[in-house]
């Protein structure tokens, strides 16, 4: 692709700015009409969710002019790659499940359609800050919001009970509350520092204020080593120096063992959670509680996000204007996200999801913890905006190999010298990319 193309399609990508939008290539409603071929109009939908043909299978029975066919997806990094090659031989399908994080990437590479016309009137259905990820250069709307992943604080509270630890609602409340716990049985840790999922820290710093990639003219500034971001950097490689808390990798049978002896006495995660920790953790279950993020400042109320992910219709659609009705009852219909709950497991973005039908209980694990979803909600609302660029899954591996090593050197000066380091791989690969880069 020529430079001046990419550059004018990352203009397009800016999150946060008010840039001009490029709209994707082909026109929003050419060959949207039915009556352009024989029989129903029929989409296709890439997707890795679970239980997501069941969801579409409601569509079909109520739609029949317009057909949805589901078809399973690897997620993450292989699904992004796919969706480019498919889009470059022009053989993409309709509708893809995408994460935000990705979306600026497979829209600098052409590979969605600007649905704005298509869906006017549908911002107000979600929190402002889940919103945003699909809004870039301004008018430009390249996807909806499907799910969401607001962080929250977890807690063993029979163990805070026990050790008569307060929950904390500031950052140096925790740090506090880690201190303490240590003191009083030095085989316990509140947590862990991990380093093996980019996602949580990445939220951690968008709760920070942190703006890791913004656009400029003609130029993409990097700024992971913001002072956002160095002061979480600074937060949790501090805390792991003075061995206030573990230093070992999630999602690991050491971990999972953490959890379920009480090894370990809290988590900072994701809404998801609950269902992590019915598998890693099954013998805790009706004893951990949930509660907001701490925060920087007290009187604060703001919390980043860990996954998530959204309905996008692509470049390659012949029925874009059909492929956007459906992702629009998808996500907003609430007989659709009482399915998404229900079939798929995950968390709606829309607001009206959050506290009626499938969420109005709280999860079977966190039973203890009636207003569970009532909580989560009000927390969901304080989302900050989060500022993706074109090549976060760079900007994702540098975290696990340079922050990997950081977490086993257990120095400060290892964690500022991992944040350098992502902050020079991620520039240097835009610059590779032909991307124009402020220095």
């Given at each position: 692709?020529?430079?001046?193309?990419?550059?004018?399609?990352?203009?397009?990508?800016?999150?946060?700015?008010?840039?001009?939008?490029?709209?994707?290539?082909?026109?929003?409603?050419?060959?949207?009409?039915?009556?352009?071929?024989?029989?129903?109009?029929?989409?296709?939908?890439?997707?890795?969710?679970?239980?997501?043909?069941?969801?579409?299978?409601?569509?079909?029975?109520?739609?029949?002019?317009i057909q949805v066919t589901v078809q399973k997806q690897a997620?993450?990094?292989?699904?992004?790659?796919?969706?480019?090659?498919?889009?470059?031989?022009?053989?993409?399908?309709?509708?893809?499940?995408?994460?935000?994080?990705?979306?600026?990437?497979?829209?600098?590479?052409?590979?969605?359609?600007?649905?704005?016309?298509?869906?006017?009137?549908?911002?107000?259905?979600?929190?402002?800050?889940?919103?945003?990820?699909?809004?870039?250069?301004?008018?430009?709307?390249?996807?909806?919001?499907?799910?969401?992943?607001?962080?929250?604080?977890?807690?063993?509270?029979?163990?805070?009970?026990?050790?008569?630890?307060?929950?904390?609602?500031?950052?140096?409340?925790?740090?506090?509350?880690?201190?303490?716990?240590?003191?009083?049985?030095?085989?316990?840790a509140l947590t862990t520092f991990s380093a093996n999922d980019?996602?949580?820290?990445?939220?951690?710093?968008?709760?920070?204020?942190?703006?890791?990639?913004?656009?400029?003219?003609?130029?993409?500034?990097?700024?992971?080593?913001?002072?956002?971001?160095?002061?979480?950097?600074?937060?949790?490689?501090?805390?792991?120096?003075?061995?206030?808390?573990?230093?070992?990798?999630?999602?690991?049978?050491?971990?999972?063992?953490?959890?379920?002896?009480?090894?370990?006495?809290?988590?900072?995660?994701?809404?998801?959670?609950?269902?992590?920790?019915?598998?890693?953790?099954?013998?805790?279950?009706?004893?951990?509680?949930m509660a907001p993020l701490p925060q920087w400042s007290k009187?604060?109320?703001?919390?980043?996000?860990?996954?998530?992910?959204?309905?996008?219709?692509?470049?390659?659609?012949?029925?874009?204007?059909?492929?956007?009705?459906?992702?629009?009852?998808?996500?907003?219909?609430?007989?659709?996200?009482?399915?998404?709950?229900?079939?798929?497991?995950?968390?709606?973005?829309?607001?009206?999801?959050?506290?009626?039908?499938?969420?109005?209980?709280?999860?079977?694990?966190?039973?203890?913890?009636?207003?569970?979803?009532?909580?989560?909600?009000?927390?969901?609302?304080?989302?900050?905006?989060?500022?993706?660029?074109?090549?976060?899954?760079?900007?994702?591996?540098?975290?696990?190999?340079?922050?990997?090593?950081?977490?086993?050197?257990?120095?400060?000066?290892?964690?500022?010298?991992?944040?350098?380091?992502?902050?020079?791989?991620?520039?240097?690969?835009?610059?590779?990319?032909?991307?124009?880069?402020?220095?």
């Amino acid at each position: 692709m020529p430079q001046i193309t990419r550059r004018s399609l990352a203009a397009a990508t800016a999150v946060l700015l008010g840039a001009t939008a490029l709209t994707a290539c082909g026109s929003s409603d050419s060959g949207d009409e039915a009556g352009a071929e024989s029989g129903p109009v029929k989409l296709t939908y890439w997707a890795w969710a679970p239980g997501m043909d069941k969801v579409a299978a409601l569509w079909n029975a109520k739609h029949p002019d317009i057909q949805v066919t589901v078809q399973k997806q690897a997620s993450g990094d292989d699904l992004v790659t796919k969706i480019i090659t498919a889009a470059k031989a022009h053989k993409g399908p309709d509708l893809v499940q995408a994460e935000y994080q990705a979306l600026p990437t497979l829209v600098s590479n052409d590979a969605l359609a600007d649905i704005a016309g298509e869906v006017k009137g549908v911002e107000e259905q979600f929190p402002r800050g889940i919103w945003q990820q699909t809004t870039f250069g301004g008018d430009a709307v390249y996807a909806l919001p499907q799910d969401s992943g607001p962080l929250m604080f977890f807690y063993r509270e029979d163990l805070f009970k026990q050790y008569g630890l307060t929950v904390p609602t500031t950052w140096d409340e925790f740090a506090e509350t880690a201190r303490a716990l240590k003191k009083k049985d030095p085989k316990k840790a509140l947590t862990t520092f991990s380093a093996n999922d980019s996602g949580l820290f990445a939220g951690l710093a968008q709760q920070a204020g942190a703006e890791w990639w913004t656009f400029e003219g003609d130029t993409w500034k990097v700024g992971i080593d913001d002072a956002a971001t160095k002061k979480v950097t600074d937060f949790w490689g501090g805390l792991v120096q003075e061995g206030a808390i573990d230093n070992q990798p999630m999602y690991t049978p050491a971990w999972n063992n953490a959890l379920n002896t009480g090894e370990q006495i809290a988590w900072v995660s994701a809404v998801w959670a609950p269902g992590t920790l019915g598998t890693a953790a099954p013998a805790t279950k009706g004893k951990w509680a949930m509660a907001p993020l701490p925060q920087w400042s007290k009187g604060e109320n703001t919390t980043g996000s860990w996954g998530g992910s959204s309905t996008a219709v692509t470049a390659d659609s012949k029925h874009k204007a059909a492929a956007a009705r459906f992702a629009t009852w998808l996500n907003t219909d609430p007989e659709a996200l009482a399915a998404l709950v229900k079939e798929s497991g995950i968390y709606p973005a829309a607001t009206a999801a959050h506290t009626s039908g499938a969420l109005s209980k709280a999860p079977d694990y966190f039973a203890n913890q009636p207003d569970f979803y009532r909580k989560a909600a009000e927390i969901a609302s304080t989302t900050a905006p989060a500022a993706w660029g074109p090549n976060v899954n760079v900007a994702y591996t540098a975290f696990k190999d340079e922050f990997g090593k950081a977490a086993k050197a257990k120095t400060k000066t290892a964690f500022d010298a991992a944040l350098a380091k992502l902050q020079e791989t991620t520039v240097a690969d835009l610059a590779k990319q032909g991307f124009e880069v402020a220095k």
